[in-house]
């Protein structure tokens, strides 16, 4: 039997836990600097983000495609973002004819485009639909990224580029993720701004108003 909580068995352990786990992913900023710069590169052309993953990573899919079309800490216009976890006629009518595990693919076939990015999120690196979406986004020519736990699953194989937290325990790979995503979102970001008035005064940094 489990015992009772307490501060320091609850609290304390996943602070701990969860800096860890921040402190461990420090030696992957370059990986996710290409990352960035592949994104970069997308939105530059015209091309999108796309997002997917099951339960937390299709609330973090659907958050950090949120960021990228709205905005994330400046005032600018919206930037082509999509989260293919959002859309319950598109999911249930795909798994209804064609299984669960299609509900990822079948938009990236529909909707993508080379250049395109696609992020897929599955804290095992084995989640079907999401190792589905990444095979459909490589056989168009996007570029794929996959953000995974220890190990990275099937996904080590598949994506173009692979962000896997040195971690086990779901909710502390979740954390990573956001957190990688939103610096991710902070590049899109600042580089697009730098972009358009490569000389003037970047507006503050308010955040978003959700």
């Known amino acids: 039997m489990q ?7 609850v609290f304390f352990k996943a602070i701990t836990d969860h800096l860890e786990v921040v402190k461990a992913i ?15 590169e997308a ?11 099951n339960g937390g990573s299709a609330a973090d899919s659907q958050h950090l495609a ?3 079309v709205g905005r994330f800490r400046r005032e600018r216009r919206g930037l082509p973002s999509v989260a ?5 006629s598109i999911l249930t009518a795909v798994a209804n004819d064609y299984g669960y595990d299609a509900i990822f693919s079948r938009q990236v076939e529909a909707i993508g485009q080379p250049g395109d990015v696609l992020v897929g ?3 095992s690196g084995n989640s079907k639909n999401v190792v589905a979406a990444v095979k ?3 056989a168009r020519n996007l570029v794929t990224v996959a953000f995974t736990g220890e190990g990275g699953g099937q996904l080590v194989d598949l994506a173009d580029y692979l962000f896997a937290v040195p971690s086990k325990d779901t909710a502390r790979i979740q954390e990573a993720h956001i957190l990688a995503g939103h610096m991710l979102c902070d590049w899109i ?17 308010t955040g978003s108003k959700l």
């Open 66 to 68: 949120a960021e990228v």
């Open 43 to 53: 939105v530059a052309a015209g091309k999108k983000i796309l997002w997917c993953g």
């Open 136 to 138: 459909a986004a490589r």
């Open 26 to 40: 420090t030696v992957q900023q370059e990986l996710l600097e290409r990352i960035a710069l592949a994104m970069v």
């Open 121 to 123: 999120l599955s804290t």
């Open 84 to 88: 293919l976890t959002t859309d319950t």
């Open 3 to 9: 015992g009772h909580p307490n501060a320091q068995s």
């Open 189 to 205: 970001e600042l580089d697009y701004l730098h972009s358009q008035a490569p000389t003037a005064e970047l507006p503050p940094a």
